[in-house]
């Protein structure tokens, strides 16, 4: 009987992580760059019951049993966000659609989350791109979003003060106001009036991931990377992206959908409730009436 009090109890657990999962995309909505998280959950290994013990047990399994269900972790949802013209100097969202092919299936068809099951089985992620800022530690983090601001001595920076890093790996440097600075698609930066390549010849850090489930989210809506090195490359000419000077990438979250799995979470927490006040119940009722020792 209490085996079943732990699968409810699993149950719940489960269901409150998939509810802060989604009160998170939430109460993330309007923040530019932000990426779903859509929570996956797995079931504990099935278990069969075989009959053992007494003098004449029956033969052979008794059946399977169930023993309850586990967050198992969160996946990040890739789709582009809208894109909103802020007309701000320092905004700068990224647009990409990289393309990947396969021997006899030619460029894979990655649906709207930017996966693709091949005929195999196996799950395709589309590459994704992003800034690249540097830590206090000297660690390198990835972010979408794109709110830049510019240090008295025109170091570009994110909101909270991490350089954003150029192709040679160090922070972008402007001598000068960035009004009279123009971003290209490559990430490139021009004097806007001449277009002429700025001294030093800075450009963006724009770096490509082939995998971005190996990304790690770590607050500030930033990433750290996981993966093996080859899952990082900065982006090469040619490739299916751009940046856009004054744009913002917006959240991909969708209200509605998770208001749905916002109430579904709800619901299913509730009836692992009911099932525990059940069990209850039932083992009020076994120690204070069947137990009882007239």
Known sequence: MLRGLYSAAAGMITQQRRHDAVTQNIANLNTPGYKAATPVSRAFPELLLSALGGDNPPKGAIGSLHTGVFSEEHLLSMAPGV????????????????????????????????KYVAPDGAVIVQPQVFFTVLTPEGEQRFTRDGRFRSEPDGTLVTLDGLPVLGVDGQPVVVDGPWDAVRVLADGRLVDAQTGEPLPGDPQLLLMRVENPDLL???????????????????????EQAEVRQGFLESSNVDPAQSLVELMAALRAYEANVRVIQSYDRSLEKAVNEVGRVG
Do not use: K, M
């Not at 790690?216 to 040619?238: D, I």
């Open 216 to 238: 790690v989210r770590e607050g500030n809506n930033r990433y750290r990377h996981e993966g093996p090195a080859g899952n990082l490359t900065p982006l090469q000419p040619g």
């Open 83 to 114: 894109l909103l013209e802020t007309g701000r100097v320092l905004d700068f969202a990224i647009v990409s659609d990289i393309r990947v092919e396969l021997p006899g299936i030619g460029p894979v068809p990655f649906d709207a989350s930017g």
